[in-house]
């Protein structure tokens, strides 16, 4: 059992170193996403690799790479860069922290301080059982000679000196991280800190006046009750307004009774009586008239006329 733990201590050596190298090359090429995927997996598979360290720097330098793009974007407001580089540079702390922490004795934890150190932030303190721990890590591997370096270009096969030789081996399938997760967790981060400077919405119905005198919004009808009916001994059309309870709290009290009836509306006056009777004394203008009588025409045969006669018969010749 022994001699079986450690071929798989040096064969999650070789799997981890080839992950590291790609994951460092990506991010040669500030393909920041994709390095860190590559190094997140190796830190959460293989836990044992001699250069998780390193492994570890690169997360935190691929989440500074991160914070420096944000903050060098030209089209994004002030306000959005400063959530977005204050959440990469938090996950930058905490990946050199974790180096200080896990790996106290390994050769790069004096970067991971400087890199806290000039970030202005607090710098972790490993406890007693992390140092052994790290320690007895440290010791168990081979240092890298002259000499296996020159038969590694003679031998088949990958160089496993720098295996540890104390610990459990995982035993756990490989935990994958992909870079399509970290695009998709970059973009929910850019959502939310741009969402972050927005007021939150209020829905419809729910919104109160600002002060008792304001007047009711067109979203909030007025409760008011208005009541229509007919004043006894009226015409039958009238309109009583009852107003809404006064408000205790209003600045300006309300003058007058508090509920207004209007007047009913009079009666329209009667029109005159027709007089078709004929009065005592009088003479009908039909009478009268009647009583005038046309005066007859004049004969006007005897009458002289100006006109000469025409000569009849005989007295033509004449």
Sequence with gaps: ????????????????ERETQIGLYYESRENF????????????TFPLYSKSDQALLGIGDAYAGEAHIVQVAPNLPGAVKERLRAVYQDRAAAAYAKVIVRYPMAPHVEDARDRLVAMNRPVPEATQDAVAESEAEEQSRQPLRFTTKT???IKHGPTVVEAVHVGEPSLDD?????APDITKENQALFTAAVDAGKPAA??????????PNEPPRSDQPSTAPLQLEAPAGGTGVGVQVVSAPADPNAVIKAVGPTSTVLPAAEKPAEAPDQVNEIKAGSTPASSAAAGKTKKPKADL?????????????LAKIF
């Design 202 to 211: 209020t829905p419809i119905g729910t919104l109160a006046p600002a002060s």
């Design 1 to 16: 059992m022994p001699r079986a733990k450690q071929k798989l201590r040096e064969t999650q050596e070789v799997l981890a």
């Design 33 to 44: 996403n994709a390095a860190i995927a590559r190094l997140e997996t190796v830190v959460d």
């Design 151 to 153: 038969l590694g270009l």
């Design 301 to 313: 045969s005897d009458e002289s006329s100006s006109k000469k006669k025409k000569k009849k018969g």
């Design 174 to 178: 490989p935990k994958r991280t992909l």
